[in-house]
């Protein structure tokens, strides 16, 4: 694993704000030769520090005009209900995370839908249907005045 040193942070806080930049712009940013910074992205990409580059989707132009989390709680706190329930969460596209967590409910989800109908159905039809559940919270967002996710 290639060491965290202040240039390698660098390299990685330019790139989380803009995967496509070039390597000439990102190696000016950085205060590196071309060749300097090429060598030390790519190490940071074969030691797994970097997992891969992501586009940034605006969610109201895809449709999307719902966003909530939601916390659930399980009935049952065995590894084949856990099992289950993330199968089945995998499966619906309105889940864009999920999170095992600690605390008095077992995940935390990050929902986007159309829009509140939609949302309802999801909440009602797709997650309260699912034998495991024994709980959920909804926690709707009103905005996001910081969001780094990528």
Same mark, same amino acid.
């Given at each position: 694993?290639?060491?965290?040193?202040?240039i390698n942070s660098k390299i990685l806080?330019?790139?989380?704000?803009?995967?496509?930049?070039?390597?000439?712009?990102?190696?000016?940013?950085?205060?590196?030769?071309?060749?300097?910074?090429? =060598?030390?992205?790519?190490?940071?990409? @074969?030691?797994?520090?970097?997992?891969?580059?992501? $586009?940034?989707?605006?969610?109201?132009?895809?449709?999307?005009?719902?966003? $909530?989390y939601m916390s659930v709680g399980l009935?049952?706190?065995?590894? $084949?209900?856990?099992?289950?329930?993330? !199968?089945?969460?995998? =499966? $619906?596209?309105?889940?864009?995370?999920?999170?095992?967590? !600690?605390?008095?409910?077992?995940?935390?989800? @990050?929902?986007?839908?159309?829009?509140?109908?939609?949302?309802?159905?999801?909440? !009602?039809?797709?997650?309260?249907?699912?034998?495991?559940?024994?709980?959920? !919270?909804?926690?709707?967002?009103?905005?996001?005045?910081k969001d780094e996710r990528a």
């Amino acid at each position: 694993m290639p060491k965290l040193d202040q240039i390698n942070s660098k390299i990685l806080q330019e790139l989380t704000r803009d995967g496509r930049i070039s390597n000439l712009d990102l190696a000016d940013r950085v205060g590196l030769s071309p060749s300097a910074c090429l =060598r030390r992205v790519q190490e940071l990409e @074969r030691s797994g520090v970097i997992k891969g580059y992501r $586009a940034v989707l605006d969610p109201a132009k895809l449709g999307i005009g719902f966003v $909530a989390y939601m916390s659930v709680g399980l009935n049952l706190h065995t590894k $084949a209900a856990q099992e289950a329930f993330e !199968t089945a969460v995998s =499966r $619906a596209p309105e889940v864009r995370e999920c999170h095992n967590i !600690t605390g008095t409910v077992e995940y935390l989800l @990050r929902v986007e839908a159309a829009d509140l109908a939609a949302y309802k159905h999801f909440h !009602t039809e797709v997650l309260g249907v699912l034998p495991q559940v024994n709980s959920i !919270t909804s926690y709707v967002v009103m905005g996001s005045p910081k969001d780094e996710r990528a």
